[in-house]
């Protein structure tokens, strides 16, 4: 890792372990991009990357400098106004009403370490040892603009993010992205996690086209439909090898990840708060900080990109309190009971879950107010006394007795109009005068944005998790926001109000993980609504998708996997038939495909079979022996030669390759079917292993290159144990040597 900087020649060349960044300042005092890949030499100049041709029918900087033609050129940060055509990294208002900036390069600074960011979710380097970050500094009159760069050693990584500072006059910035990358040529694939409530991030490949494709989102949410994770990759990468780029964006709201193909098959990523709906007021002395998006490179296909995406999450942007700690089993009474409970009724699955040796309960909504159903008492943090006596912490007491952990369900963000506190503070609740409201399942959005609305939830939420000793919150996150407004905000202002409700989530957020250090947050928003960075760094694992079927959820474990690990995914076994889909799935295929991420259940304990609850019994021991694997192991995603979305493959392997465990997954059983290889990934081709403790020995080159024969029984009536729709194959792979 480092970072040269040829003063003389204002080069800035960034190198990670295996990649070179290179960018410099070009003819206007503007910076010009020069190189992101695989890494390259130091040199002091790269005349080659820097070349100018003049076209025709092009803006020229000058009559004289005919060659320097901005919408040629592939910028590191580019502004409007100046003949670069393509979408802006930032657009300023200035007090005259112009939107022409001009900034000129200053100076830079370099330093080693990384500073978290004060008031947004960041990525840090607490040994100051291990990172170096320099800023850029621009001028344009009394305005200023810092571009920050930290890599990291050991980690194909770049975190950028963007400053404004003003010194002068007001301005309104119209638009600020995090970052921009201009790329030579588009012969990319732009790959994006996309999907809807309960079927969030689906893969979905296509090859670039000319024009602006993007996603985003404009919910006040990273949302479900599109993930701020997207990648670019050359059109032969899989898996296993090719080239790819990574984006991913630390941030929980509005967002764009833009990609644009220019005239001349260039590419250039933008990505930040979404421009629309978003402005900001820069008075004299103010500065606004942009969140922070991480890029990343890498030759060898899809899982090396999420592998060592991963490995970077997990030192320099998860909690490290939790970042290698195991995660409970636990329990989740919603798909037992949803609201329809009280103490007496719960303690007999809290005893029986605990008899079984999952690890905590998780009381889930309706344990507030007088909340039998979704239609009231958001906001009201008080417990129900009719459901419990005792009080939550006389509840929680029962079951930390019984030596589990206990956790609890909070919506903090929102209030319904049958609750006390509409009643004392409607004026809390988001909307626009003289514009109707929009429910969103009965319930109404808090204004984040306000100091006094954190400071009653960050009271209310610290006086329980003392009161009940909380190991654990799911914070919730049901709707997205409607009528934009912040009653506090002047007009001129407005469209601060989208950031400034994030940053009042991650107010809260910071002032709970600070107060209450061993409590683990999950995030949740309706399941995977808010499955992001900025959230991660606060709540280490979020509530994938409310889909729990084993079938749908292969899906989109699989796309989620390709920007996070699975220690950062919750996965819970529920009851069949599914209550999303209303299939039917065998208890083993459940849990095979949840073993892979924060393991839990979701159902009634006490009304399952004496074999089912054997079974569970069963597959609790298993995740406790294996759990580290499961959730911290290196994962990769199989290619298979099945091409129907039929087959998936997953597999995860110990850091010391001493165990694997692989997963093959086959949605539909076909008749008579071919025989079948497993081919594992990452064993040590020297070592000897054996396959689920059977005799034969296999050096890992055998097992990676010739594959695992799969047994399958071709007359379904012989054997009781013959594979059939939605099952699973596990192969536990443990060296001998
Ligand atoms: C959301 C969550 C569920 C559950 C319910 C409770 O849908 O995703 O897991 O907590 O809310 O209302």
């Not at 000058?62 to 592939?74: G, P, S």
């Not at 890599?151 to 910035?173: C, P, Q």
């Not at 040529?185 to 689906?202: K, L, M, P, T, V």
């Not at 700690?325 to 303690?347: C, G, S």
């Amino acid at each position: 890792m480092s970072i040269q900087v040829n003063a003389s020649n204002r080069l800035f060349h960034l190198q990670t372990k295996h990649t070179s960044y290179v960018f410099h300042v070009i003819e206007d005092g503007s910076l010009g991009q020069l190189y992101y890949g695989p890494k390259i030499p130091f040199k002091d100049d790269y005349a080659n990357l820097n070349t100018r041709e003049e076209h025709d029918c092009t803006n020229t900087r000058t009559d004289e400098d005919v060659e320097f033609q901005a919408e040629l050129l592939k910028q590191e940060y580019a502004g409007l106004g100046k003949g670069d055509y393509r979408y802006p990294a930032f657009q300023i208002t200035y007090p005259n009403g112009s939107r022409t900036s001009e900034f000129q390069y200053r100076d830079y600074e370099l330093k080693d370490g990384k500073a978290r960011l004060t008031g947004l979710p960041s990525t840090f380097a607490d040994d100051s040892n291990d990172s170096q970050t320099l800023t850029v500094k621009l001028a344009d009159g009394d305005l200023e603009l810092q571009l920050h760069y930290t890599i990291f050693a050991d980690e194909d990584v770049i975190v950028r993010s963007t400053t404004f500072v003003n010194h002068g006059k007001t301005v309104f910035l119209n638009r600020a992205l995090s970052a921009q990358l201009d790329l030579p040529d588009a012969n990319y694939d732009f790959i994006q996690f996309a999907g809807s409530w309960s079927r969030e991030r689906h893969l979905h490949r296509s090859h670039l086209r000319p024009g602006t494709q993007s996603i985003s989102s404009l919910r006040t949410a990273s949302s479900h439909q599109e993930n701020p994770f997207f990648m670019l990759a050359r059109p032969h990468t899989d898996n296993n090898q090719g080239a790819v780029f990574g984006f991913n964006f630390v941030y929980s709201g509005n967002f764009l990840d833009s990609v644009e193909v220019d005239q001349f098959d260039t590419t250039r990523v933008l990505i930040g708060i979404n421009p629309d709906e978003f402005g900001w007021k820069l008075n004299s002395g103010d500065s606004f900080q942009t969140p922070e998006v991480i890029f990343s490179y890498t030759d060898n296909g899809f899982n090396a990109l999420s592998q060592q995406l991963g490995a970077f999450y997990a030192q320099h942007l998860i909690n490290p309190h939790f970042a290698h700690q195991e995660r409970p089993i636990l329990i989740n009474n919603w798909e037992a009971t949803f609201m329809d409970f009280t103490e007496d009724k719960l303690m007999p699955i809290v005893e029986r879950a605990k008899e079984l040796g999952i690890e905590m309960f998780v009381l889930d909504d309706g344990w507030f107010g007088h909340r039998d159903d979704d239609r009231s008492s958001l906001g009201d943090w008080f417990v129900d006394e009719k459901k419990f006596n005792h009080g939550i912490a006389g509840f929680a007491k029962r079951v930390h007795d019984l030596d589990m952990k206990f956790g609890l369900w909070f919506e903090p963000e929102m209030i319904s109009i049958d609750s006390k506190l509409y009643q004392t503070h409607p004026e809390w609740m988001i909307k626009t005068p003289g514009r109707g409201q929009t429910p969103g399942r009965h319930q109404f959005v808090l204004d984040m944005s306000r100091q006094e609305v954190v400071d009653y939830l960050f009271g209310l939420m610290s006086h329980i998790i003392q009161d009940a000793k909380l190991d654990y919150i799911k914070w919730d996150m049901n709707r997205n926001i409607t009528e934009m407004y912040g009653a506090d905000l002047p007009a001129d202002q407005q469209l601060e109000f989208s950031h400034r409700y994030i940053l009042g989530v991650y107010d809260l957020y910071d002032r709970l993980t600070k107060a209450f250090p061993d409590v683990l947050f999950e995030s949740c928003a309706s399941g995977g609504g808010r499955f992001d960075l900025g959230m991660m760094y606060y709540a280490p694992q979020a509530w994938c998708s409310d889909d729990t079927d084993a079938v749908e959820r292969i899906k989109i474990q699989d796309g989620t996997s390709y920007g996070y690990t699975p220690s950062m995914w919750g996965a819970h076994v529920s009851a069949v038939p599914n209550d999303q889909v209303g299939r039917l799935t065998s208890i083993d295929m459940r849990a095979k495909v949840a073993y892979f991420g924060a393991f839990g259940y979701e159902l009634d304990v006490t009304e399952l079979s004496d074999e089912e609850q054997a079974t569970i019994k069963q597959q609790v021991a298993f995740y406790k022996q294996y759990r580290k694997l499961f959730q911290f192991g290196t994962f990769y995603r199989l290619e298979t030669p099945d091409t129907s979305d039929n087959v998936y493959g997953w597999e995860t392997v110990s850091h010391d390759k001493q165990t694997a465990i692989g997963m093959r997954y086959q949605i539909l059983n076909g008749a008579n079917p071919a025989y079948i290889r497993y081919y594992f990934k990452g064993l040590d081709p020297e070592r000897r292993y054996t396959v689920n403790d059977g005799s034969e020995v296999f050096s890992g080159a055998e097992l990676m290159n010739a594959g695992y024969f799969v047994p399958r029984v071709m007359n379904r009536l012989q054997s009781p144990k013959v594979p059939s729709d939605f099952h699973a194959d596990m192969f536990i792979v443990k060296a001998v040597d």
